[in-house]
Every structure is written in C-alpha cells, then in structure tokens.
C-alpha cells in the first residue's frame, strides 16, 4: 500500500515523467495479478501501454491476443471483438472501464495530472486474482 | 599615513560588502520573485476558494454529500459555476469528500473536460488531504517541475463545525520558467565577474600574504631573529615616545670574542643573548639589533608609569647574562653587558634623541669599566635640554652655506711665555651668529659622507690659516680616521694640494681608541713623508698605551686635561704626569700640557718641565690667529 502510494504521490510530487510513473504502477499491478508467474505475456491496443511495459523485464509483449496473460485496452472497439469472461483486461480510461465494468478487472489512468488505480472486486475474485494487501484501497465494488 | 591606510581598509571591506551583497542578491533575485508569484496566486486561490465555499453553503445549506447525491440539477448547477472560475492558472477546481473507507470522492468538479462524476474516486495525497480534515485549515500543497510551479490549495468545506468535504484549487503557471529563461543570461555574466573577481581577490590576498612575510623577512634580523634597523625606522613613524622606555644594551669585549674564538663564536654569542632578552622581556617589549652587538630595547611603560620597571628589568638583563654559562664548542665564555637607560623618551626633542642619549649612556657605562647600568638621570636631562642636538641635514646645510669655522685655541712656549702654535677646534655657527660645538654634531655624522666633507673643509681651512700666518696648527683626528681610505685620501688631497706647508701641519690623534691596525704604521709614515708631525692627544687616559712609542713615530704628547687640571691638588696625578714627561723626554717627545686653567697649575707644570702648553688660562679659542715674527724659528723649536 505504502509503495503504491508512494509512487503516486511521487508522480505529482517530484515531477516524474508519466511514462516512468506508468512503468512503475503496470509493474506493481502485474506482479501482483501473476505474483508467480516468471514471464507475463502482454497484449495491448495501445502504443503507449506498449512502451511502458515493454521495458519491464520479465514482460514480454506479443501481438495475439490469445496467447497473452493479459490485455491492456485503451480502444471501446477492441473489447467489442473479446469474448467476456476468458481473458484478463485492464483498460487504460475511466470511461472504457466504467462502461466495460462487467469485462475489465481494472483500469489505470490520469486524471487531474494524477495516476488513478481502480480495481473491480467481483472481475478479480472471477480470475480468483488474489491482491496483495497494499492494493485494497483501490478495489471497488463497481465504478 | 594612517589615516590613508584606514580609508583604504574602509573601501575594500566596502566593495567587498557591495560585491557579496551583489552576488547574493542575484543568486536570490529569481527565488524571490518565484516567491512573489506563489504569494499573488496564492492569494487569489485563497479568495477563489473563499467565493466557492459561499456559492455552495449558499445553495446547500446542509449536508452536502447527500444533498448533491440526491439533487442532480443543484450538482450541474455549482459544477457549471466552478468550470467558470477555470482559466489557464486555475486548472482544476473541485471539490472532494472523504467516504468511510477514507477514500477521497468527488462532490463537484468544474472541469471542462476530464470532469469526474459524483461519487467517483480520485487518488490523492491522502495524508496531506486528511490533515485538512483533523486541522479544518486551508492547506498548500506545493509541486515544483520542471515547467514551472503547481500548487493545491485546499479549503475546508466546513457545516456545523464539521468538515464534509475539500475545496482543491489546483493552479499552475510556467511563468517563473520564463523568468529563468530570461534571467538565466544575465546571471551568467554576473556569475562570470563575480568568478573573475574571486579570482582577483584570491590573487590580492595571495600578493598581501606575500607582501606580508617578504615585510616581516625584512623587518626580521636573520643571525638573531629579533627586530632590525628597517623595522626600527618604520618602528620610530609610528612610536608614541610616552609609551616606552629605552634600553640600549652592548655586549662588553665582544670583539674579543670574535678574535679569541672567531666571528661564528661571535654569531653564536649574539642569539644565545637575543635569546635571553627575548625570555626576560615581556611580548609588548621591541628588541632591536642596532648594530653589530649592540640591541634597543623598547620597553612599554606599565600603567602606573613606574621608572623603576626599566632599570629592574636591566638589572635582571645584566644578572642572568652574568651568571650565565655561555659556551661554544666546549669552550666557557663569561660575557658581561653594559646597559644606557632612557626612562623618559616623550622628554626629549625627538624620539632619535632619546635614544641617543640611551646610547650615549651605554657610552658612559663603557667608559666606567663596562658591566654597568647607566640611567639617563633628571640632572644630565636639563643639561641635555639645553643642547640642541644638530641632525645630519642641519651640518650639511652649514657645510654647503660656508657656516663651518674654525676657531684656534693658543699653545704657548712655557719658558718665553710666547705663543708657537694653535689646535684648530670646529664650530658651526648658526643662522642667528651663535655657535655650535662638536659636541652637538659629530656623534650625528660619524660614517657618513657628511663626517668625511667636514674633515676635508676642517683641513682645508687649517691650510688656509697656515697659508696666510705661516705658523704650526693642529688638527684632531682618530686612528680610526686614518684607517678610513675616504677620509685618508681627502687628507692626502689637502696636504697633496699645500705640499709646501705641509710641515706646518700637526695631526693629534686621540688616544682613546683601541689602535690595532697595522696598516697604521703606513699611513702615518706617509703623512710623516710630508713632514706633517704627529701627536697623540689625551696620553694618560683611556686607552694609554706607551707601546704607541715604539709602534708609531710620534712627535708630540699631549698629556690629557684631567690629569693637568689635578696637578695642583692631587700628588697621584703629580706622580703620573711626571713619569710621563720624563718617558718623553727620554725618548725626544715634546710634551703639551692642555687645561691649564689656573696660575697654580701653570706653575706645577712648569715645575714638572713641561715645554708647552695650552688652557684658557693661557688663552680661549677663538677665531683670529696672530702671527708669530718668528715663525720660522718657532716651526723648528716645535
């Protein structure tokens, strides 16, 4: 929890670049969603949600959906093609997250020049994604 | 000079003031207008926040949080108002509550685009947030990047003493960015000459601190490690003679030690004794080499002013020295000091006159058999006083404007009662007619180019006086004299120039010096090549020594006054004076008797033989000469 805050207050604090600052939280968010796996396959719609992953090490990026542990989706028309239920999204908007609510277990995102993190408790507990407990005070019940 | 010297202290510290204060008044020129800024955007979030708190509590009276939930058309309505008050400063306007979780939601938001609904969460800094809630003030919140200042400021939005939810204003401007952008050329030139004039004060106190210990070096006396003569003189600009004493202090027989044991001997005597002064005399107290073993001392009075601290502190001097074993290279050496005191230098003319007098004490300390104290007592004062010393400058001054006189005292042939020669005595007479004695200026002028021009106008008027009168004249000089290749060769150049007369010359040389120049001999056998006659002055003190006789070809003594004046009434003296005439009769010496100042002692001279003599009984000095008849019968009696 200390650390989470702790980069988000930094973000606004001492200036860090948002794209340092993305690195860091996508870095907390998928180590605690996949706290064993060795290699996180990543897919994403987004160039930027790309470029901040891709220099995480142990997270690679690939380009078929099907074959990722998780999808970070910041375009509405992406999730329409998705089938509900069997992949693990994370969307980069609060629009995209409250109008896919259902589908996404969370979402990151800016807002008012600070780094927002919602997770959505039923989406979580249908992975069975057990969250540390530094990440409780981001879980909702629903957006 | 000391007033120049504080002006110019003044005017550094001055500048260097102005120059710091210069540099940090740049340094700080950007932080404080930055400060301003903050404080003019600060004050406007601060009234902004005020007028949003009144338009709320204005529409919602009560409980806020369940108002706004419930009343949608209120909601659009206040948030529609705030998005009025966004501008390119105030960049977000809303207004959080803190729910049960202690999670920050938003009640309103005013802005235009990215705007939060209710209920939403928003990610804050929440211990900053929640001390707004505990301490119900308005709290900054300050960000600083690189783009310029972000600020938050928070207003309690506050009902019935309870906070229920947070005004945040969040502004931000990329003015002082701007600033610096602009200021940031200008502080490099002055950064710039600020460095360059580090650089040049670093190299003044460099060339000060140099400047300081090349002074010091030069003020320092490199055998004895005690203050010189350069130092003395800057020493004397400055001294307030009423504040010291003075000491002069000579180490006795030092020049036997540097011929007993050689002049390293000597060396290691003089900083075995500086170093005694050094640990008698207190830290305020100046040492002075004056000369080769000769050392001033000035001693700083203590605040009662005591006479007495001088003559203990040279009597310990003269103890300690005396009971000291100094040694080199085995060797023990007994070392005594003579000591002239000064007690009340602010008494005399000048400072220069107190220590002469300090010296001329060590003279009298000497004189009376060495390892003495001399103090300059009240009685030699007023008597001192009444002597108008003459400086270097002044004899000079009379040797250029033809002031330098002799006058001829008479020696007289005591059988036929006539007189046969003079002895030529300068004086100098003053502006107003009045003459001075040798007294008042030959100690002045030794060893300088002023003593050497007088002898050479002394003698060059004694030839002037022979010239005209044809009769025998003498004049004084010391063995010393004839020692100095300067004076020596002006002699040669008078008498050289008078050949002629030169037989008419008598040199008395005085016989209190030490005589151990064997080049001596020469000279004076060359002077006797002229057939100029030699005679030794004041036989029978000081340093008389008949080995002169057998040394040196003399023709004349003159037996010295002191002895003369006590020959009516002292039959030592008698005694003396007689052995001494029949030494010299013995040996085909004229004898003169000088101070003839009674008919009695006319009388005992004449019983004691004596052929010639002098002595204001006689006759005084004065400037006129007669002219002997017989000259020439008197030059070959003489």
Same mark, same amino acid.
């Given at each position: 929890?200390?650390?989470?805050?702790?980069?988000?207050?930094?973000?606004?604090?001492?200036?860090?670049?948002?794209?340092?600052?993305?690195?860091?939280?996508?870095?907390?968010?998928?180590?605690?969603?996949?706290?064993?796996?060795?290699?996180?396959?990543?897919?994403?719609?987004?160039?930027?949600?790309?470029?901040?992953?891709?220099?995480?090490?142990?997270?690679?990026?690939?380009?078929?959906?099907?074959?990722?542990?998780?999808?970070?989706?910041?375009?509405?028309?992406?999730?329409?093609?998705?089938?509900?239920?069997?992949?693990?999204?994370?969307?980069?908007?609060?629009?995209?997250?409250?109008?896919?609510?259902?589908?996404?277990?969370?979402?990151?995102?800016?807002?008012?020049?600070?780094?927002?993190?919602?997770?959505?408790?039923?989406?979580?507990?249908?992975?069975?994604?057990?969250?540390?407990?530094?990440?409780?005070?981001?879980?909702?019940?629903?957006? | 000079?000391?007033?120049?010297?504080?002006?110019?202290?003044?005017?550094?510290?001055?500048?260097?003031?102005?120059?710091?204060?210069?540099?940090?008044?740049?340094?700080?020129?950007?932080?404080?207008?930055?400060?301003?800024?903050?404080?003019?955007?600060?004050?406007?979030?601060?009234?902004?926040?005020?007028?949003?708190?009144?338009?709320?509590?204005?529409?919602?009276?009560?409980?806020?949080?369940?108002?706004?939930?419930?009343?949608?058309?209120?909601?659009?309505?206040?948030?529609?108002?705030?998005?009025?008050?966004?501008?390119?400063?105030?960049?977000?306007?809303?207004?959080?509550?803190?729910?049960?979780?202690?999670?920050?939601?938003?009640?309103?938001?005013?802005?235009?685009?990215?705007?939060?609904?209710?209920?939403?969460?928003?990610?804050?800094?929440?211990?900053?947030?929640?001390?707004?809630?505990?301490?119900?003030?308005?709290?900054?919140?300050?960000?600083?990047?690189?783009?310029?200042?972000?600020?938050?400021?928070?207003?309690?939005?506050?009902?019935?003493?309870?906070?229920?939810?947070?005004?945040?204003?969040?502004?931000?401007?990329?003015?002082?960015?701007?600033?610096?952008?602009?200021?940031?050329?200008?502080?490099?030139?002055?950064?710039?000459?600020?460095?360059?004039?580090?650089?040049?004060?670093?190299?003044?106190?460099?060339?000060?601190?140099?400047?300081?210990?090349?002074?010091?070096?030069?003020?320092?006396?490199?055998?004895?490690?005690?203050?010189?003569?350069?130092?003395?003189?800057?020493?004397?600009?400055?001294?307030?003679?009423?504040?010291?004493?003075?000491?002069?202090?000579?180490?006795?027989?030092?020049?036997?030690?540097?011929?007993?044991?050689?002049?390293?001997?000597?060396?290691?005597?003089?900083?075995?004794?500086?170093?005694?002064?050094?640990?008698?005399?207190?830290?305020?107290?100046?040492?002075?080499?004056?000369?080769?073993?000769?050392?001033?001392?000035?001693?700083?009075?203590?605040?009662?002013?005591?006479?007495?601290?001088?003559?203990?502190?040279?009597?310990?001097?003269?103890?300690?020295?005396?009971?000291?074993?100094?040694?080199?290279?085995?060797?023990?050496?007994?070392?005594?000091?003579?000591?002239?005191?000064?007690?009340?230098?602010?008494?005399?003319?000048?400072?220069?006159?107190?220590?002469?007098?300090?010296?001329?004490?060590?003279?009298?300390?000497?004189?009376?058999?060495?390892?003495?104290?001399?103090?300059?007592?009240?009685?030699?004062?007023?008597?001192?006083?009444?002597?108008?010393?003459?400086?270097?400058?002044?004899?000079? *001054?009379?040797?250029?404007?033809? @002031?330098? !006189?002799?006058?001829?005292?008479? $020696?007289?042939? +005591? #059988?036929?009662?006539? %007189?046969?020669?003079?002895?030529?005595?300068?004086?100098?007479?003053?502006?107003?007619?009045?003459?001075?004695?040798?007294?008042?200026?030959?100690?002045?002028?030794?060893?300088?180019?002023?003593?050497?021009?007088?002898?050479?106008?002394?003698?060059?008027?004694?030839?002037?006086?022979?010239?005209?009168?044809?009769?025998?004249?003498?004049?004084?000089?010391?063995?010393?004299?004839?020692?100095?290749?300067?004076?020596?060769?002006?002699?040669? *150049?008078?008498?050289?120039?008078? @050949?002629? !007369?030169?037989?008419?010359?008598? $040199?008395?040389? +005085? #016989?209190?010096?030490? %005589?151990?120049?064997?080049?001596?001999?020469?000279?004076?056998?060359?002077?006797?090549?002229?057939?100029?006659?030699?005679?030794?002055?004041?036989?029978?003190?000081?340093?008389?020594?008949?080995?002169?006789?057998?040394?040196?070809?003399?023709?004349?003594?003159?037996?010295?006054?002191?002895?003369?004046?006590?020959?009516?009434?002292?039959?030592?003296?008698?005694?003396?004076?007689?052995?001494?005439?029949?030494?010299?009769?013995?040996?085909?010496?004229?004898?003169?008797?000088?101070?003839?100042?009674?008919?009695?002692?006319?009388?005992?001279?004449?019983?004691?033989?004596?052929?010639?003599?002098?002595?204001?009984?006689?006759?005084?000095?004065?400037?006129?000469?007669?002219?002997?008849?017989?000259?020439?019968?008197?030059?070959?009696?003489?």
């Amino acid at each position: 929890m200390r650390k989470i805050l702790l980069i988000l207050a930094s973000a606004i604090i001492l200036g860090a670049s948002a794209l340092n600052v993305e690195k860091r939280i996508y870095e907390e968010v998928l180590r605690a969603i996949f706290p064993e796996k060795r290699i996180v396959k990543v897919w994403s719609d987004s160039k930027n949600m790309k470029r901040a992953v891709s220099t995480i090490r142990w997270v690679h990026t690939v380009s078929d959906p099907d074959k990722a542990d998780i999808l970070l989706v910041n375009n509405p028309e992406t999730l329409k093609k998705i089938k509900e239920g069997k992949l693990i999204i994370f969307v980069g908007s609060y629009t995209l997250l409250k109008e896919h609510q259902d589908m996404a277990i969370g979402g990151f995102f800016w807002q008012k020049g600070r780094p927002n993190l919602v997770f959505i408790k039923r989406n979580i507990e249908r992975f069975d994604i057990k969250l540390p407990k530094k990440f409780e005070d981001y879980v909702e019940d629903r957006v | 000079m000391r007033l120049i010297n504080r002006i110019g202290y003044f005017i550094g510290i001055f500048i260097f003031i102005a120059i710091f204060y210069l540099y940090y008044a740049t340094q700080h020129a950007e932080k404080n207008l930055e400060q301003n800024l903050e404080s003019l955007f600060l004050q406007q979030a601060a009234e902004a926040a005020q007028n949003i708190e009144t338009m709320i509590k204005k529409y919602v009276p009560q409980d806020p949080v369940n108002t706004l939930a419930r009343e949608e058309f209120i909601r659009e309505g206040l948030q529609n108002s705030l998005s009025l008050l966004v501008n390119s400063s105030f960049k977000y306007i809303y207004v959080l509550y803190r729910d049960q979780k202690g999670r920050y939601r938003y009640l309103l938001d005013g802005s235009k685009t990215d705007r939060g609904e209710f209920g939403q969460k928003l990610d804050v800094e929440k211990s900053l947030w929640d001390s707004v809630y505990r301490t119900k003030e308005d709290k900054i919140i300050s960000h600083t990047n690189l783009s310029g200042l972000w600020i938050t400021y928070l207003k309690p939005l506050i009902y019935d003493d309870e906070v229920k939810a947070v005004i945040a204003i969040d502004f931000s401007t990329t003015l002082p960015k701007h600033i610096r952008e602009t200021t940031e050329p200008i502080e490099s030139i002055f950064n710039y000459i600020f460095g360059a004039i580090v650089i040049l004060i670093i190299l003044l106190m460099y060339q000060l601190v140099l400047n300081y210990f090349t002074k010091k070096s030069s003020y320092v006396d490199a055998l004895t490690e005690v203050y010189n003569r350069t130092y003395l003189r800057e020493f004397l600009r400055y001294i307030d003679p009423s504040k010291y004493h003075i000491l002069m202090i000579d180490v006795d027989h030092f020049k036997k030690i540097n011929d007993n044991f050689g002049h390293k001997a000597g060396d290691h005597i003089l900083k075995e004794v500086a170093l005694i002064l050094k640990k008698l005399l207190r830290s305020e107290d100046k040492i002075i080499r004056f000369g080769g073993e000769e050392f001033l001392v000035f001693v700083e009075k203590d605040q009662k002013q005591n006479d007495s601290l001088p003559i203990n502190i040279a009597h310990r001097i003269k103890s300690y020295i005396e009971k000291y074993d100094f040694s080199y290279h085995g060797y023990r050496i007994n070392l005594t000091v003579s000591i002239g005191i000064c007690t009340k230098p602010e008494r005399f003319k000048d400072i220069n006159h107190a220590i002469k007098t300090a010296d001329a004490m060590l003279y009298q300390a000497k004189k009376e058999g060495r390892n003495k104290i001399i103090i300059f007592s009240q009685q030699e004062k007023n008597q001192s006083c009444q002597i108008e010393y003459f400086s270097i400058y002044q004899v000079q *001054e009379a040797l250029d404007q033809n @002031r330098v !006189i002799c006058h001829y005292q008479p $020696i007289y042939d +005591l #059988e036929s009662m006539r %007189i046969v020669k003079y002895e030529a005595l300068v004086r100098i007479v003053e502006k107003d007619g009045s003459l001075v004695y040798p007294g008042a200026f030959l100690g002045q002028i030794e060893n300088t180019n002023v003593y050497h021009a007088l002898t050479k106008r002394v003698l060059h008027l004694v030839f002037e006086k022979i010239a005209r009168y044809r009769v025998p004249i003498s004049v004084n000089l010391k063995f010393s004299d004839l020692s100095d290749n300067v004076i020596f060769r002006y002699i040669i *150049e008078e008498i050289e120039s008078h @050949r002629d !007369i030169a037989k008419w010359l008598i $040199i008395e040389l +005085l #016989e209190n010096e030490n %005589i151990d120049d064997k080049n001596i001999v020469n000279v004076i056998n060359r002077l006797k090549d002229y057939k100029v006659k030699i005679a030794i002055d004041d036989f029978g003190s000081g340093f008389s020594n008949f080995v002169v006789f057998k040394t040196l070809p003399i023709d004349i003594l003159k037996l010295d006054g002191s002895l003369i004046k006590e020959l009516d009434n002292s039959d030592i003296s008698f005694n003396i004076a007689n052995a001494i005439v029949h030494f010299a009769q013995s040996l085909n010496i004229e004898v003169v008797a000088e101070f003839i100042h009674s008919k009695e002692v006319l009388d005992k001279v004449k019983q004691l033989n004596i052929r010639y003599g002098q002595g204001f009984y006689l006759g005084r000095p004065a400037e006129k000469i007669e002219s002997p008849s017989n000259a020439e019968v008197l030059l070959e009696s003489t």
